[in-house]
């Protein structure tokens, strides 16, 4: 029997962040990503991609400058067949929301509002307001052409865009999300939320959400950002700058959807996908909040850790750790002095974001008093789990 194919393909993605400098990077992984998506495309038996869905803040603030660049890296790179979707956020409101929303008129001919039906599909797309809210106009326009999504087919997916999280949903859903379309979508299980402003990685597994309905970010061509307020350098990391990737979503006659996260740095798909089999079923969902009841932890298999103390850092050089499924999420790094006294914590990313993890890592600081140490190095799992075992070593300044 045959694979089956998909009858809907589109690529959905955010914060672009594009400057007023044409030659800007976020325009030139723009174009890559195009091309590769369209490279892939054309590679199987359902050849097109039948919209490309940009969810907020393509500009970096709004000028019509950025407006413009955005046109034209996107348009000529598209295929006869694919539709645009372009909505409006915080970074694009610069000028003024009212001045925006003219401009995506005048520039792209689109409205702040969306709904149309592709291949069957309702795809349904929410500019916000006041920055990144949603007030009256905005609630009516999404429970409107929600219930006629669900009068036309209640089984059938819809795809619903809006630029910030819903809170309490995907990864940096708290501190970037919002809760002011929640009492209209949580009546929609088949509802596919894609959403973005907190610039948090497509290949961290909690970018995928299901409670009431399935949730997912959509990355960004600029920066990464997280949500762990207490790593070490902030919620930037230092290598978060290596930072492109989108969703590809593929939808089936049957109303299954396959979502697979794309790296455009590296030109590949991350080694998995996500299905969601029967969106109107939440019965039937699978990324939920059980995941953090997983018992699997990190482990080392390699515990040679080295410390520099040259000049006037301190240098703990340690190599990953593994795990049995997804990826670790950071460390946490703890420093005793000789009396078992803490005298330095601190929590440390995996660099998971990047498709090739660095082998090993360095945690540098200040260098500390005269005296004997001990390190201790732990793996975190995304969901909490600690590893078991820990890189441990001892020191002497």
Sequence with gaps: ?????????????????VKDDPSCVELARLRKGLAEGYAYARSQPY????????????????????????????????????????????????????????????????????????????????????????????????????????????????????HPHVSGTVACGIAWGEDDLIP????????????GHSHAPVNDPRSIHQKHFTSLGTGTLS????????????????????????LVVEAYADNSVVVKPYDIITGQFFPYVWHIDTPSDPDTFIYTDKR???????????????????????????????????????????????????????CMYSDYFMYYMPETLTFELELLPAGEYKAQIK??????????DSIDLQFRV
């Design 1 to 17: 029997m045959s694979e089956k194919q998909p009858v809907l393909r589109f690529i959905a993605m955010s914060d672009v962040h």
């Design 47 to 162: 050849d097109r991609i039948d919209q490309i869905v940009v969810i907020g803040d393509f500009a970096n603030n709004g000028t019509e400058q950025q407006m413009i660049n955005f046109k034209e890296a996107l348009y000529p790179n598209l295929g006869e067949e694919t539709g645009v979707i372009i909505s409006t956020a915080s970074h694009e409101y610069g000028a003024g929301e009212d001045v925006a929303k003219e401009r995506l008129k005048r520039i792209y001919g689109l409205d702040p509002f969306i709904h149309r039906v592709v291949n069957g599909f309702h795809f349904i797309s929410v500019s916000s307001t006041r920055g990144c809210r949603f007030d009256d106009a905005e609630k009516a326009f999404a429970a409107d052409s929600l219930k006629q999504a669900f009068d036309d087919d209640p089984r059938k997916p819809v795809f619903f865009f809006q």
């Design 184 to 195: 209209i979508l949580v009546n929609y299980p088949q509802i596919i939320n894609f959403s």
């Design 223 to 246: 920066y990464f950002e997280c949500e762990d307020f207490d790593m070490y350098y902030g919620t930037v990391p230092p290598t978060g700058k290596e930072a492109a990737q989108y």
């Design 292 to 346: 953090y009841e997983t018992s699997v932890r990190p482990y080392f298999t390699d515990k040679t850790a080295k410390v520099d103390l040259s000049g006037d850092k301190l240098r703990i050089t340690y190599p990953q750790a593994s795990i049995d499924e997804d990826r670790v999420d950071y460390y946490m790094i703890t420093i005793r002095r000789a009396d078992g006294v803490i005298c330095r914590r601190a």
């Design 379 to 388: 793996a975190i799992s995304f969901w909490g789990k600690e590893s078991a």
